[in-house]
């Protein structure tokens, strides 16, 4: 057999990584290693292209036949070693196997952001064959075919894939959420995570041996593509004179990171994102306004936000109790918020024709102010506002009439129910609750649900308009199932001169702080700045405020 067909099925061995003693192992060396012995007419093949090809189908019906066998431990291994991407290419028949090892091995390429990444700077293009046009076309049909995970659920994956190296490999440090979750982006198409140790290579054999990682998909020095919590996890670690860059490039976006190659090329090797930036002419740009959107020339410009932090945040003004839809009682949610450094709060639970599991009656209300006012005692130092989401009904009434609202320190007006109306009905509700004397906040105001429904779809501008016309906030809220408004409708707010709150919209203690973290991201992708925002002000102003309306 000549040396070249040996070289295609050793080639074909490693990108499956066909090693050990184990079942898969054994099954697919049942299927390459007959082949070893084709004639030299069939072996000559190789020489041309076509061989790989072979190999690859005749390998790829063996695991097949496995499948079918049901051996279901053979069919992980078989598949263990290859990146998800790698094996979507070869279906779909974009490249051979030949390309699919040059891709991984030459390249460098184990995902679609990989794979986008390679187009952009030129690597895919030093490949001969014609394989950056055939790339180019099926990163399109792949972009639809990725299952993007809410940006809750994805925090939730990385975090517990976090937890799980850090028992398993103390040489690694820094390790931090990067991608579409380091932007907050809404829904995630990759889970990744980076981390800085001295010895990468070291550092990733720690971890593939690691109790709670699954498979390994695919591995190098410095990169392993697990299988956790039935999730694939991209863990990525960098030496220390590195991790800056490594991180900027796994942070995104792909336009950002095209902008960036295009002012300076490839960014050196960096210990911090702030030299990448710097290499580039550029001051550092925080992770959420990197989309392609005109940070560059901001920065440029030296007209980059002050975005709003964690640390400005001085209340939170919507959150649940057991009164309506809450898991927690309200000393429970008042306890928590003292512990965060909170220095007022509003009580907002459901009125009582909305379609949460508990709403609030008349009379549920009274009640509740009676405890509010029993509370305030125990925390002296934290102003409770007793407040209300009230309804905004199908023909843009409030569920609540003016005589109960006026009893209340703030109102909050929601558009939860559609009833079936178009953009224009609903817009006309939302700017009838605007409108309304009594009400402060429009919160959640498309009321999207992240991956499962749009947001209506509202005339924007004239909601904009109206809220800073009448001195009606509206809401960036930060439950994982609204981060509503999103960012591009937090920054269009913003422009045109709307006041904006942040709030968890929490209906439990425990998320309090990740819920308003979370509201904060979302915000920061809308270019927010502190002073854009009714609840970094001191509670004086933000009575103020709501008085100022009262009086109009």
């Known amino acids: 057999m000549s040396h070249a067909l040996a070289t295609t099925l050793d080639t074909i061995a490693d990108l499956l990584e066909i090693r050990g003693d184990g079942p898969a192992a054994a099954a697919l060396r049942s299927a390459v290693v007959p082949l070893r012995s084709l004639p030299a007419t069939e072996a000559s093949a190789a020489f041309d292209g076509a061989a790989p090809d072979r190999f690859s189908l005749e390998v790829r019906q063996r695991v097949h036949q496995i499948e079918v066998a049901g051996d279901e431990a053979a069919v992980r291994g078989a598949r263990a070693g290859v990146p998800q991407l790698v094996r979507r290419l070869l279906e779909m028949g974009v490249v051979s196997t030949h390309e699919a090892v040059r891709l991984v091995r030459q390249i460098g390429v184990a995902t679609l952001a990989d794979l986008e990444t390679a187009l952009d700077d030129g690597r895919i293009a030093q490949l001969a064959g014609g394989l950056e046009g055939r790339l180019a076309a099926a990163t399109v049909v792949l972009a639809g075919e990725v299952r993007r995970v809410p940006l809750g659920r994805a925090l939730d994956l990385l975090h517990g894939a976090a937890e799980t190296v850090a028992r398993g490999t103390a040489a690694i440090d820094a390790l931090v959420p990067a991608g579409d979750v380091r932007r907050f982006e809404q829904l995630v198409g990759a889970l990744v995570l980076v981390g800085r140790a001295a010895d990468p290579a070291a550092a990733i054999d720690a971890l593939a041996r690691t109790p709670g990682v699954g498979d390994v998909r695919h591995r190098t020095g410095r990169r392993a593509i697990c299988l956790m919590q039935q999730a694939e996890i991209d863990i990525r670690i960098a030496a220390p004179d590195e991790y800056g860059t490594v991180l900027f490039a796994s942070t995104g ?300």
């Open 253 to 552: 976006s792909r336009a950002h990171l095209r902008g960036v190659h295009q002012r300076r090329g490839r960014p050196h090797l960096s210990p911090a994102e702030e030299a990448v930036y710097a290499h580039a002419g550029l001051p550092y740009i925080p992770p959420e306004l990197r989309e392609g959107t005109g940070e560059l020339e901001a920065a440029a410009a030296g007209q980059l936000p002050a975005l709003v932090e964690r640390r400005h945040i001085r209340g939170d003004l919507h959150m649940h109790t057991t009164r309506s839809d809450g898991a927690d009682t309200l000393d429970a949610m008042v306890g928590t918020c003292a512990a965060l450094g909170y220095e007022y709060i509003a009580i907002t639970d459901h009125s009582e024709r909305a379609a949460a599991a508990r709403t609030l009656t008349k009379r549920d209300l009274a009640r509740q102010r009676v405890e509010i006012d029993a509370i305030r005692e125990r925390y002296p130092q934290l102003r409770i506002l007793h407040g209300i989401e009230v309804d905004i009904m199908p023909d843009g009434r409030l569920d609540f009439e003016e005589a109960v609202l006026e009893t209340l320190d703030i109102v909050l007006a929601s558009l939860h129910d559609a009833a079936g109306h178009d953009g224009r009905a609903l817009t006309r509700r939302c700017l009838a609750a605007i409108r309304h004397p009594l009400v402060n906040v429009i919160t959640h105001p498309a009321n999207q649900l992240v991956g499962r429904r749009a947001g209506y779809p509202l005339d924007f501008e004239a909601v904009f308009a109206a809220a800073a016309e009448t001195g009606t906030a509206l809401e960036v809220d930060g439950a994982p199932s609204h981060l509503d408004l999103d960012g591009e409708h937090a920054r269009r707010a913003v422009a045109a001169g709307v006041t904006l709150t942040i709030d968890s919209d929490c209906h439990r203690a425990a998320a309090l702080d990740r819920q308003m973290a979370l509201g904060i991201g979302t915000a920061r992708r809308g270019w927010v700045e502190p002073g854009q925002v009714l609840n970094t002000r001191p509670v004086d102003e933000v009575l103020t405020f709501i008085a100022a309306k009262r009086r109009r």
